[in-house]
């Protein structure tokens, strides 16, 4: 069973820095683009960030662009996102979601973690 | 950037049929997922590839895609059905996922 899960949201003022982290089980992690995408409080679904399966493409949303780092370690099974320079508008939940390319021009999304809530505020 | 503009709300009755569109620029020539999202749960992939399911989702959801509008299209709707419903591509002109707007469905 696949299995994702999501850790290391909270609390963090403005202008500070969180990392998050998804865990991931039950299928070949090294085989699988990765990506993270986030929801705001009563909001949509945002895209945040995407990384290759071997973790030498990586893609940003340009509202994170310069402040977010997204990596992998493909030996611990695990999707990193490196959160600096923090704002209010980042306030969302954080889910961690699995890709699939099935051609160059069409990816999506076939598992999601439970996401995990951070809050910037003062 | 890609835009993909989806109606706030559709209401329907319950064995009813449940329509929501999501618009697009030339939206045909793309591929459509779209997402299912309960209260306080994670998206649910319902539809891939324009009209595909995944293992374990109902027949009752379809989907279709031409021109500049994707539909998904949910029938004999239950109440297990009311939930928040997403369109997605993959906009390679700017390598970025991209979501619509979202629709709540609600079950009268």
């Known amino acids: 069973e696949v299995q994702l899960v999501e850790s290391g949201g909270g609390l963090v003022q403005p202008g500070g820095s969180l990392r998050l982290s998804c865990a991931a089980s039950?299928?070949?992690?090294?085989?699988?683009?990765m990506n993270w995408v986030r929801q705001a409080p009563g909001k949509g679904l945002e895209w945040v960030s995407y990384i290759s399966s071997s973790g030498s493409t990586i893609y940003y949303a340009d509202s994170v662009k310069g402040r977010f780092t997204i990596s992998r370690d493909n030996a611990k099974n695990s999707l990193y996102l490196q959160m600096n320079s923090l704002r209010a508008e980042d306030t969302a939940v954080y889910y961690c979601?699995?890709?699939?390319?099935?051609?160059?021009?069409?990816?999506?999304?076939?598992?999601w973690g439970q996401g995990t809530l951070v809050t910037v505020s003062s | 950037s890609y835009v993909l503009t989806q109606p706030p709300s559709v209401s329907v009755a319950p064995g009813q049929t449940a329509r929501i569109t999501c618009g697009g620029n030339?939206?045909?020539?793309?591929?459509v997922h779209w997402y299912q999202q309960k209260p306080g749960q994670a998206p649910v992939l319902v539809v891939y590839?324009?009209?595909d399911r995944p293992s374990g989702i109902p027949e009752r959801f379809s989907g279709s895609n031409s021109g500049n509008t994707a539909t998904l299209t949910i029938s004999r709707v239950e109440a297990g059905d009311e939930a928040d419903y997403y369109c997605q591509v993959w906009d390679s002109s700017s390598d970025h996922y991209v979501f619509g707007t979202g629709t709540k469905v609600t079950v009268l």
């Open positions: 030339n939206i045909g020539s793309k591929s």
């Open positions: 979601a699995r890709g699939v390319r099935q051609q160059l021009a069409n990816r999506r999304l076939d598992y």
């Open positions: 590839d324009d009209s």
């Open positions: 039950g299928f070949t992690f090294s085989s699988y683009e």
